[in-house]
């Protein structure tokens, strides 16, 4: 095992370079001077050159670069031209509402993925086996932010039930401890607020994690139909064990495996469709930052941002790597 994570940490080391490197260069051969491109006619010639200066822009590009790599694997991401605030200000006010999205939506995601898609295996080529792959291509195929507009008409304004945006009602935001309302609402407690701040997650994470949740139902049903046909099971049933202990135990565990590493990949995918679902719902996360700086057009902003990003989904997919390879015996630590 502790072979196999160095292993996992030396390619690592060039990947981050990679990333780090085609996030800098394609900012840098958009069009336009970043100052220029966010400022306009707003400030004058004497300000822009002072802001080139104090970001480093007047430099040559390698050692913009250097500087660059260097800041960011130090923990400096820059600071927004915009609002001249250090990125990571913006990182450590903002993550804890993107996080606290992505792992309810990840919830989300498995229930509904295990579920339809275990289900779709048991009865297969019955009604209910062709409803589970059609409502997995739908919820794969359909757009986040039109999703999410459908259960606002729904859920808000039809029947009342959920408010349309935001992270929490005023004056109940919880005494922050972590960040992620729900658990300091738990850790303090309060009731009231928790009670808001599930209302509140309800839909965007609800709707994010349907969409990722069509993937898992069809990778779900593959693997499952693959373990009920394998020979340890066809020995459960033939012990006379209940198809119930038979489909639970034996089968869906032995499906589940494959499902760890893909899920590790959908979280990904589940960043990313945080920045539409953040802007569809108001959600105050990295992500409606992201968009506000992308709006504003913050260069140095946006590429801290995407930084960010990056060497966060590099420090997770290692994670499932990982723990993959504890969980699964058929990968090798050599």
Same mark, same amino acid.
């Given at each position: 095992?502790?072979?196999?994570?160095?292993?996992?940490?030396?390619?690592?080391?060039?990947?981050?370079?990679?990333?780090?490197?085609?996030?800098?260069?394609?900012?840098?051969?958009?069009?336009?001077?970043?100052?220029?491109?966010?400022?306009?006619?707003?400030?004058?010639?004497?300000?822009?050159?002072?802001?080139?200066?104090?970001?480093?822009?007047?430099?040559?590009?390698?050692?913009?670069?250097?500087?660059?790599?260097?800041?960011?694997?130090?923990?400096?991401?820059?600071?927004?031209?915009?609002?001249?605030?250090?990125?990571?200000?913006?990182?450590?006010?903002?993550?804890?509402?993107?996080?606290?999205?992505?792992?309810?939506?990840?919830?989300?995601?498995?229930?509904?993925?295990?579920?339809?898609?275990?289900?779709?295996?048991?009865?297969?080529?019955?009604?209910?086996?062709?409803?589970? &792959?059609?409502?997995?291509?739908?919820?794969?195929?359909?757009?986040?932010?039109?999703?999410?507009?459908?259960?606002?008409?729904?859920?808000?304004?039809?029947?009342?039930?959920?408010?349309?945006?935001?992270?929490?009602?005023?004056?109940?935001? $919880?005494?922050?401890?972590?960040?992620?309302?729900?658990?300091?609402?738990?850790?303090?407690?309060?009731?009231?607020?928790?009670?808001?701040?599930? &209302?509140?997650?309800?839909?965007?994470?609800?709707?994010?994690?349907?969409?990722?949740?069509?993937?898992?139902?069809?990778?779900?049903?593959?693997?499952?139909?693959?373990?009920?046909?394998?020979?340890?099971?066809?020995?459960?049933?033939?012990?006379?064990?209940?198809? &119930?202990?038979?489909?639970?135990?034996?089968?869906?565990?032995?499906?589940?495996?494959?499902?760890?590493?893909?899920?590790?990949?959908?979280?990904?995918?589940?960043?990313?469709?945080?920045?539409?679902?953040?802007?569809?719902?108001?959600? $105050?996360?990295?992500?409606?930052?992201?968009?506000?700086?992308?709006?504003? &057009?913050?260069?140095?902003?946006?590429?801290?941002?995407?930084?960010?990003?990056?060497?966060?989904?590099?420090?997770?997919?290692?994670?499932?790597?990982?723990?993959?390879?504890?969980?699964?015996?058929?990968?090798?630590?050599?």
């Amino acid at each position: 095992m502790r072979r196999y994570l160095l292993t996992r940490l030396a390619l690592t080391a060039p990947l981050l370079l990679l990333l780090l490197t085609a996030t800098f260069v394609l900012l840098r051969v958009a069009p336009g001077d970043p100052v220029t491109a966010t400022l306009g006619d707003r400030a004058s010639g004497e300000r822009v050159t002072e802001l080139r200066h104090t970001l480093g822009l007047d430099e040559p590009l390698w050692r913009q670069y250097g500087a660059y790599v260097g800041g960011a694997l130090h923990g400096d991401f820059g600071r927004a031209i915009t609002t001249g605030t250090p990125v990571w200000t913006t990182i450590r006010q903002k993550f804890p509402a993107t996080l606290e999205l992505t792992i309810a939506a990840l919830l989300v995601a498995v229930a509904v993925g295990i579920g339809v898609g275990a289900a779709s295996a048991r009865y297969r080529d019955t009604p209910l086996d062709v409803a589970g &792959r059609v409502l997995g291509i739908v919820l794969y195929a359909a757009p986040i932010f039109w999703l999410g507009i459908l259960a606002q008409l729904l859920f808000s304004i039809h029947f009342h039930w959920l408010p349309t945006g935001g992270r929490t009602a005023a004056f109940f935001e $919880p005494r922050h401890i972590t960040g992620l309302f729900t658990v300091d609402s738990v850790l303090t407690g309060n009731g009231a607020a928790l009670w808001q701040a599930l &209302r509140h997650l309800a839909l965007p994470a609800v709707t994010l994690g349907l969409v990722i949740g069509g993937v898992l139902v069809r990778l779900v049903r593959v693997n499952m139909l693959q373990a009920l046909r394998s020979d340890h099971v066809e020995a459960a049933r033939a012990r006379g064990l209940p198809e &119930r202990a038979v489909v639970l135990r034996h089968a869906l565990r032995s499906a589940l495996v494959p499902v760890v590493a893909v899920v590790g990949l959908q979280f990904a995918l589940l960043l990313s469709g945080a920045v539409l679902t953040e802007t569809t719902f108001n959600w $105050p996360g990295l992500g409606l930052s992201l968009f506000h700086f992308l709006g504003d &057009r913050d260069y140095t902003a946006v590429q801290g941002l995407v930084t960010f990003y990056a060497l966060f989904v590099v420090a997770v997919s290692l994670l499932i790597d990982v723990v993959s390879a504890w969980v699964d015996p058929r990968i090798r630590y050599s």
